[in-house]
Nanobody
Framework: QVQLVESGGGLVQAGGSLRLSCAAS????????MGWYRQAPGKQRELVATITSGGRTNYADSVKGRFTISRDNAKNTVYLQMNSLKPEDTAVYYC???????????????WGQGTQVTVSS
């Protein structure tokens, strides 16, 4: 059974740093793009950053220069290093994989359960 499990969320002061991890478990042959999304109360879920299997990255303008996405394909894990955190970054952060090749077949748009990030002023 495939799972995406996020970890690393928590409470941090403005200006601080946090590192999120998302590990895909199960028998997985390959994952295409992975990414991080976030959702604040009363707002729509928004893209934070994505990374392809080849390492090409894309960032929301609001996090450019502060966040870094990376992945370890051997571990089927994606990371989000968050520096210079702002209160506006407070949200539930969700891990996403757009395509996964597994023993079940091809899975599309697969999500983790989310991890809370709270940035205090």
């Amino acid at each position: 059974q495939v799972q995406l499990v996020e970890s690393g969320g928590g409470l941090v002061q403005a200006g601080g740093s946090l590192r999120l991890s998302c590990a895909a478990s199960g028998t997985i042959f390959a994952i295409n793009a992975m990414g991080w999304y976030r959702q604040a109360p009363g707002k729509q879920r928004e893209l934070v950053a994505t990374i392809t299997s080849g390492g090409r990255t894309n960032y929301a303008d609001s996090v450019k220069g502060r966040f870094t996405i990376s992945r370890d394909n051997a571990k089927n894990t994606v990371y989000l290093q968050m520096n210079s955190l702002k209160p506006e970054d407070t949200a539930v952060y969700y891990c996403n994989a757009d395509l996964l090749w597994t023993t079940k077949g091809l899975l599309r748009d697969y999500w983790g359960q989310g991890t809370q990030v709270t940035v205090s002023s």
